[in-house]
Every structure is written in structure tokens, then in C-alpha cells.
């Protein structure tokens, strides 16, 4: 990739409160391309970035955009104002609302934008999901966002799956993740029982029954409400 790469980092190295936080870290990147920063909590990871963008001085080697040093490059000071302007249009907020009639191409363009939408199931008025796509495109039919998470339908067998763009998985919290990311959190998947909240692994340990019973009623029936799962529950007892 030498020659090609935008961005270059070459062994950087970095203390805090003087401990080490990250040494001799090296890479390059080229613009295109999708790249993952994966790691536990206090890796460094929000820390390299802070390197490469010139926030944070390194101690030790050295960081280029664009074959310019980010050590280099002149100190850019914003006004509240102006920072609030950055942040609302780095989310799709600052773009006129489309005209005419809202389509798939449009949900694409805002969801590429937002990178994740939240799931969560307060409903007082509307979905939480279907809200920040409202906020960026207006009214829009929401069934053109469901279309896009579809997949294996249990009552109905093989469902229209050839659109399905979003799967749900627990990204920062239960959100809508692009189905490209999905290789990217693999290893978190496959740590599932390290990683999973307290509650959540007490439930998985001690009613290993329940969970193989839910698990069951999903695949057969599809996509279903928790209050469903109650029901099938009470009336498996």
C-alpha cells in the first residue's frame, strides 16, 4: 500500500498519567476503504485516533494525511457556533429535505449518513427507529425501512430477501447495522457469553430452557412481540 496510502502512522507511541497507552503503532490506509478499529475497553483505540488527528501530541513517531503531518498542520479554532454547524451536518441534518416523493435511494443515502439506528420499543409516538430518518427526509413510508431489515420469515417460509440491507444486533445499544458490518463484529459475537451484560448471562445460565423455548418460537413463527413469547410461555406451563 506505500505510495497509495492517505493516511500513515509510524510508530507512535503515546503516555497518559504516565502510563503507556499505546507503542509503536504503524499503519497505512487508502481512501475507499472500510477499516475497523476493534478492541476492549481502555485498548487505546479512542487514543489512535486522537494521534491521527492531531488532538493528542504524540510522544514518539509520527502521523500524515494526505502526505501532510498532522504535527504540522495548523490549528483550526471554531466558535461554538460553528462547532454546532460541523456536528449537525456530520449527522445529514444541514441537507435540504428531499422534494416529492420519499424512496429507498433516499433512506440509503440518510442511513449511510447515521451509520446506526437505535432500536428501542417506546412507542408514546412513533418507533425511536423511525425517527431520525423523519428528521433528515420528512414523511416517508416507513415500510420501506422494514423492507430493508427483512429476512427468513417462519410462517411464510423464504421471505423477499433480496433487499435486506440491515440486520439487528447490539451495536452501541439494540440498533440497525448495515449488513457490510456485519465480518466486522464477528469476534464480539463469538464472545457473546464474556461480553453480554450480567442480567442477560444470569438468564442464559440459569433457564438454558427458556432461552432454547424462545429461541424455538422465533425461528417458527418470525418476527414477534415480547408479549407473544409471555403468551406461548404461559401456555407451554
Known amino acids: 500500500m ?3 496510502a ?10 497518559l498519567a504516565g502510563r503507556i497507552v499505546l507503542r509503536d503503532v504503524s499503519l497505512e490506509l487508502s481512501k475507499g476503504h472500510l477499516v475497523a478499529l476493534v478492541g476492549p475497553n481502555g485498548a487505546g483505540k479512542t487514543t489512535l485516533f486522537n494521534l491521527l488527528n492531531g488532538v493528542l501530541p504524540a510522544d514518539a513517531g509520527s502521523a500524515t494525511i494526505g502526505g501532510v503531518s498532522v504535527a504540522a498542520a495548523p490549528e483550526i479554532e471554531l466558535s461554538a457556533a460553528q462547532a454546532r454547524r460541523a456536528a449537525i451536518a456530520a449527522q445529514g441534518l444541514a441537507r435540504a429535505r428531499p422534494k416529492g416523493r420519499v424512496d429507498v ?6 442511513l449511510d449518513a447515521l451509520g446506526i439506528v437505535q432500536l428501542d420499543s ?16 420528512g414523511p ?15 410462517q411464510s417460509g423464504r421471505a423477499a430477501a433480496d433487499r435486506r440491507e440491515l440486520f439487528e444486533y447490539w451495536g452501541h445499544e ?4 448495515p449488513v457490510d458490518m456485519q465480518p466486522l463484529l464477528r469476534w464480539r459475537m463469538a464472545r457473546a457469553d464474556d461480553l453480554a451484560w450480567a442480567g442477560v448471562a444470569r438468564v442464559a445460565k440459569d433457564e ?13 413463527e418470525g418476527p414477534i412481540r415480547a408479549a407473544a413469547v409471555a403468551i406461548a410461555g404461559a401456555n407451554a406451563s
Not at 6 to 15: E, G, H, I, K, M
Open 174 to 177: 439494540a440498533s440497525l447495522i
Open 6 to 15: 492517505f493516511l500513515t502512522a509510524q510508530d507512535l507511541s503515546v503516555r
Open 208 to 220: 438454558p430452557r427458556l432461552v432454547k423455548r424462545v429461541l424455538k418460537l422465533v425461528r417458527d
Open 140 to 154: 416517508y413510508p416507513r415500510e420501506t425501512l422494514d423492507e430493508l431489515t427483512v429476512h427468513q420469515d417462519g
Open 122 to 137: 417506546v412507542n408514546v409516538f412513533s418507533r425511536s427507529h423511525y425517527m431520525p430518518l423523519f428528521s433528515r427526509l
Open 2 to 4: 506505500t505510495g497509495q
Open 105 to 110: 435511494r433516499h433512506l440509503r443515502r440518510a
